[in-house]
């Protein structure tokens, strides 16, 4: 069977034929199929046609090759005020991060539940030993019966990040057996094209995008809350002062705005906030 793209190269090729056909039909071609002297209308006249052509070619393609959620609904999020949690129809709730999109169907199947993400996503699935729930990210796969977890496809590459909460998770890449790993609590798995690996989580904020609880009560380097905020607010915050990193910071913020855990780290060690662009720069006054 014929691949969407090599559908798309067909149609292309057979504009071209059109537009050599059209030119033969006007007498513009010559023996030796040179093209004519023509005026500019029939020129203007014959590349509109050409361009209908290769544009409804595209549209065509472009219907073709949306059809693998067919059958799917979407949830979307922008930015991260737009972050949602949505209820799947078995009960199941996803916390979906910004910039991310979850296709899921209105109803599961008989005998198992299969979802697609693309970013990433906080997963608290309801238990069923006899449908499991799958989700399909890249080309990898997560399945469990009853857990809670968090998936991350937001890297360079073909790399998938799955870091679990509670229960028991296999990770794996479809057809390669030399790519499947079992998931533990606290555990976080990374699957790529150059990387296979299993670790425990040493991140105590790698869940702070979806609770905004940082505590730092015990101390922590300014460039470690730094990077904390950044994840988890999806922002670009950065220190002038290198020397500042090491800087201990001691506070605790529950749901705070960004705004607000900015203004307490500027006051704390006198510093002014600068935007720049995309860039949010920490300078002293």
């Given amino acids: 069977m014929m691949n969407t793209k090599e559908k798309n190269i067909y149609n292309v090729d057979n504009a071209w034929k059109n537009l050599h056909n059209r030119f033969e039909e006007d007498g513009l071609l010559t023996a030796d199929n040179k093209i004519k002297s023509i005026s500019f209308y029939m020129i203007a006249k014959i590349a509109a046609i050409f361009i209908v ?4 070619s595209y549209l065509a393609y472009y219907s073709i090759s949306n059809t693998s959620h067919s ?4 949830a979307e999020t922008f930015t991260e005020k737009n972050i949602k949690m949505i209820e799947l129809s078995d009960g199941s ?3 979906i991060n910004k910039e991310s999109k979850l296709y899921y169907p209105e109803s599961f199947g008989e005998n198992e539940r ?3 993400l693309e970013g990433e996503a906080f997963f608290d699935i309801k238990k069923n030993p006899q449908k499991p ?13 009853g857990t809670s977890f968090n998936v991350n496809t937001n890297f360079e590459g073909e790399k998938v990040e799955v870091y679990v909460e509670t229960g028991k998770v296999k990770f794996y890449e479809p057809g390669n057996t030399q790519k499947e790993l079992i998931l533990e609590p606290g555990s976080v798995g990374r699957i790529g094209k150059k990387i296979f690996d299993k670790t425990l989580n040493n991140n105590p904020y790698y869940m702070s995008w979806k609770t905004k609880i940082f505590d730092f009560r015990e101390g922590e380097k300014l460039d470690n809350v730094i990077v904390a905020i950044n994840r988890s607010y999806g922002v670009n915050i950065v220190l002038e002062d ?3 990193s090491k800087k201990v910071y001691s506070t605790f913020h529950d749901n705070d705005p960004l705004n607000t855990i900015l203004e307490t780290i500027c006051l704390t060690y006198g510093l002014s906030v600068e935007k720049q662009d995309e860039l949010t720069l920490l300078r002293a006054k």
């Fill in 71 to 74: 059958g799917m609904q979407l």
């Fill in 93 to 95: 709730l996803v916390h």
């Fill in 242 to 244: 290198k020397k500042m």
């Fill in 114 to 116: 299969i979802v697609e």
């Fill in 133 to 145: 729930f799958i989700i399909k990210a890249r080309n990898k796969e997560i399945k469990v019966l």
């Fill in 53 to 56: 052509g290769v544009l409804l």
